[in-house]
């Protein structure tokens, strides 16, 4: 049986809890703006992350990229990125006026290709972005690696990455510059929001102050519920903090976050398990112990992915394409720049309903579904 409602591709989980959380800070706190709640969210972040290092929350993982961004390098400068990524990488780069340079990927697990990053190196080369796609990142040992060689700096767009373990730590627990998404959708949400972490005393020094327009240490000012009224300003900054509203959604959100956990990796599992031996569809192969996924794409061959993309969509379910080649759009074209590997990718990810709501027997049907076409 179809079922009635639309089967979503993802969704905020969100509840009577969030809703409590945004109530106490409109009715009991009345104070909207960055203050104790921000404070709190940050802290209970650096617990989870078990880190000594710095939590800076923002107010979109778009603005912690690119104040992290403009932290680690000089207008100009370039910074190597895999092309097959969500815009905002891209955008992140050119807003700190730095040049993306467009890198191939690694088939099996959609993070920057190395030996591609490695042959565009050139003395303007000044960080590498990897993407932990869905929340694998790769072989991220061998991007420090890589990165220690050329002398980069090395900002981790790990929207899709919270929650996730990479050879046994935790993504955001170790490395140069992480950065996180708490957007509608992500493996947690604030209603919109992000966060870099870091030990780069400079990179904490920048950002912090950089979130709220520039002002020299107005954080810790706003933590305790003041203002600077008489202050110094050395560099450009923006609107990026994050409101106590999002925080308080935030947090709540961190303490749901072993349930949602739980049941990301199970429905991944499930799809692992049950779309084998289809013809024309490849399944990714992440370890679902380790990562807490935030999509579910395979790999639809034969020119079949557009096709059955429609199907799924006639039978009530919503799928996506993560993502758009970078390369590909006007504003970063350039002409001479092919990457074969991403654009032959592109025409055939699909990503399957995941959300922490999706019921077992949604996800039945869509397999089903799936089966239904190709089979
Ligand atoms: C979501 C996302 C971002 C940006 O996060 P926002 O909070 O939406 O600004 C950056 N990179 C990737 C890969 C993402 O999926």
Not at 42 to 68: M, P, W
Not at 214 to 240: A, C, L, M, N, P
Request: aromatic share 10%; proline share 4%; glycine share 6%.
């Amino acid at each position: 049986m179809p079922p009635t409602n639309k089967i979503r591709l993802s969704k905020s989980v969100v509840g009577t809890r969030e809703a409590k959380a945004l109530s106490r800070i409109i009715l009991e706190d009345g104070y909207l703006g960055m203050g104790k709640d921000v404070q709190l969210f940050e802290q209970e972040l650096k617990r989870y992350f078990d880190t000594e290092r710095e939590v800076i929350c923002v107010n979109s993982g778009t603005a912690a990229l690119h104040l992290a961004v403009m932290a680690a390098v000089k207008p100009a400068d370039e910074v190597l990125v895999q092309s097959l990524t969500y815009l905002s990488s891209f955008q992140a780069i050119s807003a700190a006026g730095a040049i993306p340079v467009p890198c191939e990927i690694i088939p099996e697990t959609i993070t920057i290709d190395l030996k591609d990053a490695g042959r565009k190196i050139t003395n303007k080369t000044r960080a590498i972005m990897p993407v932990h796609y869905s929340g694998g990142a790769g072989d991220l040992n061998s991007i420090y690696d890589f990165a220690k060689t050329h002398n980069l700096r090395v900002i981790e767009d790990a929207a899709h990455a919270f929650g996730c373990v990479h050879k046994g730590k935790m993504i955001g627990a170790f490395g140069d510059i992480c950065c996180f998404s708490f957007d509608g959708i992500k493996n947690i949400t604030s209603g919109e929001g992000g966060a870099v972490v870091t030990n780069d005393d400079e990179v904490i020094k920048f950002v912090k102050d950089a979130r709220l327009l520039g002002v020299q240490k107005d954080t810790e000012k706003r933590f305790e519920g003041q203002r600077s009224w008489k202050f110094e300003v050395t560099h450009q900054g923006y609107r990026y903090h994050m409101s106590n509203l999002f925080a308080a959604i935030g947090r709540v959100q961190l303490s749901r976050f072993p349930e949602f956990k739980k049941t990301r990796q199970a429905l991944a599992k499930g799809y692992y398990r049950k779309l084998n031996n289809i013809s024309c569809l490849e399944r990714l192969n992440f370890n679902y112990e380790q990562i807490v996924p935030h999509i579910y794409p395979v790999r639809i061959l034969n020119g079949k992915r557009d096709a059955l993309m429609e199907y799924l969509i006639s039978k009530n379910i919503e799928c996506g394409i993560h993502y758009y080649p970078n390369h590909l759009l006007k504003f970063y074209r350039n002409h001479e720049l092919k990457l074969p590997v991403t654009e032959e990718l592109y025409t055939q990810l699909l990503s399957l309903p995941l959300h922490p709501d999706l019921t077992q027997k949604e996800q039945d049907y869509v397999i089903e579904q799936i089966k239904n076409f190709l089979t």
